[in-house]
């Protein structure tokens, strides 16, 4: 019997692990067509303020796969773009400050930055990292 259900449809919820974000999250276990809801977790429990997906966005490829990717919203590190043939695909972007990343620009096909924190600041990292090291500055970005 599961801990954790769905408040939308009623499935088991599942806690797993984000290597990317370096936290645990939960999400319905039901067919992602039916319900397909993802949580935060609070202290080993669901947060049930949902994460809300939008329609996936034919116009944004995922860059992995190609599927179409969907807005992911209302999350408590902020929004970002989810390939919608998520779990298959895990590939995501962040939205930073309303707006995507930056693309690499020693190698566009590398895609779209990350943000990250470092000893001196903010600053946007190739996704490919540590295979291409194109490093761009968070506060020239923010003035363009």
């Known amino acids: 019997m599961a801990d954790h259900n769905c408040p939308e449809c009623g499935a ?5 692990w984000s290597k990317k974000k ?6 319905c ?3 992602q067509e039916q319900c397909g809801e993802v949580f935060q977790d609070d202290n080993g429990k669901p947060l049930l303020n949902r994460m ?9 490829p995922c860059p992995a796969c190609g599927a179409a990717m969907q807005k992911i919203t ?3 590190n902020g929004d970002f773009w989810s390939c919608s043939a998520y779990p298959t695909c895990k590939s995501t972007i ?8 930056p693309i690499c620009p020693d190698h566009p096909d590398h895609g779209h930055m990350r943000l990250r924190d470092g000893k001196n600041g903010k600053f946007f990292s190739c996704s490919k990292y540590p295979d291409c090291n194109a490093v761009l500055d968070y506060e020239n970005w923010e003035n363009d």
């Open 12 to 16: 088991p919820l599942k806690k797993c």
């Open 22 to 27: 370096e936290k645990d999250f939960w999400f």
């Open 29 to 31: 276990t039901s067919p």
């Open 52 to 60: 809300r997906k939008g329609e996936p966005d034919p116009a944004m």
């Open 74 to 76: 209302g999350t408590k």
């Open 94 to 101: 962040d939205i930073v400050d309303g707006r995507l990343p």
